[in-house]
């Protein structure tokens, strides 16, 4: 037995020694696996890192940063590394530097006659607005001084209810009728409907005009056919009068766009209710248009590195419109005509000095990709809110079924915001720009999308201080300062400088102790210069027929009047050429 005994412990002696040098090497494995791990893993960063979306790039592009990346692989950790902190910025994130001293001025000279003294009897104007919301704020704006450049009393505007957003609201269902005829009743006769001629319905005279016409050509091209047919309707409205009319003119846009144009009241009730929530949230807040749709990106013809499945996707949705040309996506990208990406919009703000305890209304419809795609936004500022976070359903309700009225509520918390920022260049970032500046400079922050692109595409190639550097840079001109761009420069909705006035004498005596301290004062004209360069907007031709259709209602260019419409009306109705062009 005992020697039993001892054969046994001798065995559990030998196997202890074997399990030792075993579970050393184990471990060691372990040890060896988790390093690689390490390693090869994306580092941590605030917001950066595995939630990122692919990004824009040609072939040769992306040629090239494996080729950069083969270089510094094995060199450990990357050099872009967004900091979870706010970094240090020259200006108030929150306020423009000079906008006390400018404000708007919409109000009509002494030689702006009155409505009453200017309209003549059995002359109507009709128009059809196209588009959404903001597409259609620009044609009733354009229409009244159109209708004022006619002598012609304005019909309420007709809304667009068959494009893409299919909206079934009238004018009255989004905008207060009644004030909008009353303020403007000086400028513009406006009345609801078109009266009964000869005790029937009156069916006006269908006609377009081209895109972009001055008051020479409304003269030439509408008023004949008006002062004929007494009611026409001018179809598919949209960007149809010039950028530059006469000051009078322009200011009337102002007090039209600014003034007269009042939302329903259950529409300004729930929309201040959403500005309210986010007050109670922070004391100032971002409102982001993220643009970033599936029609958005499909029209935009931008490529975002989604592979085959994007193109096909997009691709089918393109087919949608069916003027569109095939595009070059790295072109259009180099052009700065494609929209930021949630996390590119992301890095901006925060390479501007806005850190991730700030709060983000984000007005958006559905985003291509979804939450994946927010992801990266989301991670670099997580107080995230939309309508449908802030808002209940049954809050939202009476307006969820219809886009425009959804999009009114949108329009009224990012004209609202302390910083209202886009990812793009669209109708509603135009129509709120404008705005912004005409109630005071508020920052308005939009993309130099021609100047960050190839920064976005090369940020793993520098550290996160020479990105940070390079955006503030690059942004200079875009961050909604007064004079920032050139008047007469852009849309006139974007830029409406003829309605902006100048505290010269104030501004003349901070300029004077800013050179005497040293002290950089407002916006640079370099900025200004290059600001108006990158924005690429070409000085716009007169009249330009933007559609490609020949439109039998123009008239011969060689009827050519100069003046305003009621000093011609006597020789119009003589014109035989015009009779014949005229005749049913």
């Not at 006390?100 to 002494?110: E, L, N, V």
């Not at 010039?242 to 000051?247: D, I, M, V």
């Not at 004391?283 to 599936?294: Q, S, V």
């Not at 006597?570 to 009779?579: F, V």
Request: charged share 30%; with cysteine; net charge positive.
């Amino acid at each position: 037995m005992a020697f039993q005994r001892r054969r046994l412990q001798y065995q559990y002696k030998n196997r202890g020694r074997l399990l030792i040098p075993a579970i050393s090497v184990i471990s060691a494995a372990l040890l060896v696996l988790f390093v690689l791990i390490s390693l090869l893993a994306p580092s941590p960063t605030d917001g950066n890192g595995p939630l990122r979306l692919p990004r824009h790039r040609s072939s040769t592009e992306t040629e090239t940063r494996n080729k950069d990346r083969t270089k510094d692989e094995g060199k450990g950790v990357p050099k872009f590394r967004v900091p979870p902190a706010r970094g240090a910025y020259h200006r108030d994130l929150w306020t423009s530097t000079n906008a006390k001293f400018y404000h708007g001025c919409s109000d009509a000279s002494s030689k702006f006659p009155k409505a009453e003294a200017i309209t003549r009897p059995n002359r109507y104007l009709l128009v059809a607005t196209s588009g959404g919301l903001n597409q259609q704020r620009t044609g009733i704006t354009d229409a009244v001084v159109a209708a004022r450049i006619l002598n012609a009393t304005l019909v309420v505007p007709k809304l667009d209810k068959k494009s893409f957003w299919k909206d079934s609201s009238n004018f009255s269902e989004i905008f207060n009728v009644d004030w909008f005829i009353s303020y403007l009743a000086k400028d513009v006769r406006i009345i609801k409907e078109l009266p009964l001629r000869r005790g029937h319905q009156w069916i006006p005279h269908s006609m377009r005009v081209p895109r972009k016409c001055n008051e020479r050509c409304y003269i030439t091209r509408v008023l004949p056919v008006l002062s004929k047919k007494q009611a026409i309707q001018l179809n598919k409205f949209d960007y149809r009068l010039s950028n530059r009319l006469e000051t009078d003119f322009q200011k009337l846009r102002c007090r039209v766009n600014y003034h007269a144009l009042r939302f329903t009241n259950p529409i300004i009730t729930m929309g201040e209710k959403l500005v309210q929530r986010m007050r109670m949230r922070s004391k100032h807040f971002i409102a982001l248009h993220l643009r970033f749709e599936p029609d958005m990106l499909a029209f935009s013809g931008c490529y975002y590195g989604g592979g085959e499945k994007e193109r096909t996707e997009l691709g089918k949705i393109r087919k949608r419109w069916k003027t569109l040309h095939t595009s070059n996506p790295d072109k259009v990208r180099r052009q700065g005509r494609c929209p930021l990406t949630p996390e590119e919009v992301g890095l901006m703000l925060k390479a501007l000095g806005y850190g991730s305890d700030v709060h983000i209304y984000v007005a958006s419809g559905e985003v291509y990709g979804g939450e994946e795609t927010l992801a990266p936004l989301k991670a670099l500022f997580p107080n995230f809110h939309s309508k449908e976070s802030l808002a209940s359903k049954e809050e939202l309700e009476s307006f969820s079924a219809f886009s425009s009225r959804m999009a009114a509520l949108d329009f009224i918390v990012c004209d609202e915001s302390d910083v209202f920022v886009t990812n793009n260049n669209g109708n509603m970032a135009k129509i709120l720009a404008g705005r912004r500046r005409y109630f005071g400079h508020k920052p308005t922050i939009r993309p130099n999308a021609k100047k960050l692109y190839r920064l976005f595409l090369d940020r793993d190639n520098m550290t996160w201080e020479e990105f940070e550097s390079k955006v503030r840079k690059f942004q200079r001109g875009f961050i909604g300062e007064p004079k920032e761009v050139r008047p007469g420069r852009g849309e006139f909705h974007e830029n409406p400088a003829s309605c902006i006035c100048e505290d010269s004498d104030a501004k003349a005596k901070v300029d004077s102790l800013s050179r005497k301290f040293g002290k950089e004062n407002g916006v640079r004209k370099e900025d200004v210069d290059t600001a108006a360069d990158d924005e690429n907007m070409d000085d716009e031709p007169e009249v330009s027929d933007g559609d490609g259709d020949e439109d039998p209602d123009d008239l011969p260019t060689n009827i050519l009047l100069n003046g305003t419409a009621s000093d011609y009306e006597a020789s119009l109705l003589d014109n035989p050429e015009l009779d014949e062009l005229l005749s049913d």
